[in-house]
Structures are given as C-alpha cells and as structure tokens.
C-alpha cells in the first residue's frame, strides 16, 4: 500500500526535513581531513538532540549509529567508527535522517574531503547530484512512478564519463516512500526496468525518497561482514545524493531542502511548492 499524507502530515515531514537538513549543515564543517567518521556521528546526535527529534537510522534493523558515512568505495550503510579517519582528497556520502512526531525525513549527499580532489570525482558527485533533481522534477500530480526512474537514469546516461565508459547506476538499491516509517512502499529504481511497469500514479500527499547512486564502474555492490557496509564490486568510487520529496498540487516540495527546491527547481524551469511551515 501506498501511503498517501494529507497536508498536515506533510507539514510534519517538513519538520522532519528541515532537522535533517540541520545535521547536514553541522556535518559538512565538521568532514575535515583528520575526523573520524565516529566524530560525524556525534555532531549528528547533538543536532537531533537539540531539535527534540528522533533518529530514524540508530536501532534500525539493529544499525548501530546515527547516520550512515559512506566513504570513497562504499556506496551506502556505511558505519560510523573510531578506525575511519577522512583523509585530505577522500568523498564521504552522509546519510540522515529524523524523525518528528512520529514523522521521518531521509536525505544524503556526498562530501569532498580536503582538496585535490580528481576532475572525475568532482564529475561524478555532480552528475549524481543533478540526476536527482531531474528525478525530483517529474514528482509532477499525473506522472507514474517510472517517469521518476526514467528521468534520473535519462540524465546520467547522457552525461559523458570523463576517461570514456559509463557511469554504474547501482542496481540493488534505490529509492523509496517514507511517512510514518522510513521506508516503505513503493521501491523506487533509479533505472527503467520494463519487469516493473509503469509503477503507481504521483498525486498530492505521496511521498518518495529519492537517492540515486552512482560509480565510476560497475553498477553491482556486495556487502561486507558486518551485514551493512555496501561496496563497488570494482572497488570504484560512488557517489550518494538523496532528498525526501512530496508531491502536491502546486508542485514538488523538498521536505529535506531548506528552501523546499525552490531555487534548484527553478533552474530547471519547475515551480517548487510553497514551504507549509510559511
């Protein structure tokens, strides 16, 4: 079942939203060369903390942190620890989330750690990025779910790989609908997939996660040990970059975006919805 929010609730996500966008402020000062991972997970506590919210991802499936850290070859899940020291020309992908009164918010990006960071590597994070606003801006009233998928494979796939090849858009993970639970109905693929059809109707109060996720090879991952870490097979670097979006009537609202996507929608001539906390 698709859940579909009325407009109180949505404002609620807001809420959620606008704690997950706090902790992604604090974290990006604080992923400076020398941190560990362990001290971006304490910085993202204290945010929740202060905001009198909850953490969605600490004790879920018995993860064991607050946010996930994602580092160069890891593509998502990665666990915060006291070993992982960021390094000057490293990318880390943050993922956070939160929860308020009984409301989550989901939303990740990738970090450049350092400077000297490769030309590609600054590529990849861009095309990774924009390929999820051009799947955020077919969150229209009247779209299925695949013209979401269809628009973030569509941008990627045409964006030239630096050095030649394509891009790996991972397979095994996606996005997903988020309300009252962090994840749930419908799984959002960030390809066309014609064994999945068109996916169900995009109409006011249906929320979605969307998170492509991207290497520099091949789309395949496996995962680690410890059940959560996920990697490139090839050992590539990825890039992470995620937003919780609603749609509404007068057009996509970015619940995890300050400014709810109005400015970066803009550019890609969509109207963002107004912010329903004014």
């Not at 990627?156 to 790996?168: T, V």
């Not at 309300?179 to 006011?204: A, I």
């Not at 109060?205 to 998170?211: F, H, M, Q, V």
């Not at 970015?254 to 107004?274: F, Q």
Request: net charge negative; glycine share 12%.
């Amino acid at each position: 079942m698709v859940q579909i929010k009325t407009p109180e609730q949505i404002a609620k996500m807001r809420e959620a939203g606008l704690v997950v966008a706090a902790i992604h402020a604090a974290t990006r000062e604080a992923a400076v060369p020398g941190a560990t991972t362990k001290d971006l997970d304490e910085v993202a506590r204290k945010v929740i903390a202060d905001h009198g919210a909850k953490s969605n991802f600490l004790g879920y499936g018995g993860f064991p942190a607050t946010i996930c850290t994602s580092v160069n070859e890891v593509v998502v899940h990665g666990i915060p620890d006291e070993k992982t020291v960021l390094k000057d020309g490293d990318i880390i992908s943050i993922d956070a989330g939160a929860i308020v009164d009984g409301w989550h918010g989901d939303a990740a990006y990738t970090a450049f750690v350092g400077t000297g960071h490769a030309p590609e590597l600054i590529e990849l994070s861009r095309v990774t990025e924009e390929s999820m606003w051009a799947g955020i801006a077919a969150m229209k009233n009247g779209n299925r779910l695949v013209d979401v998928s269809r628009a973030i494979e569509t941008y990627i796939r045409r964006q030239p790989k630096p050095g030649g090849g394509k891009y790996g858009i991972v397979e095994d993970y996606g996005g997903h609908g988020i309300g009252t639970e962090m994840h749930m109905d419908p799984h959002l693929l960030n390809y066309v997939s014609r064994k999945r059809g068109k996916g169900p109707k995009l109409v006011p109060g249906l929320c979605l996660a969307i998170e492509p996720m991207v290497s520099l090879g091949t789309p395949r991952t496996e995962v680690l040990a410890d059940d959560w870490t996920v990697v490139s097979t090839d050992g590539t670097w990825s890039s992470h970059w995620e937003h919780s979006v609603a749609v509404t009537e007068e057009g996509p609202l970015v619940l995890t975006a300050p400014d709810c996507g109005r400015a970066k929608l803009a550019e890609l001539g969509v109207v963002a919805a107004p912010d329903p906390l004014g």
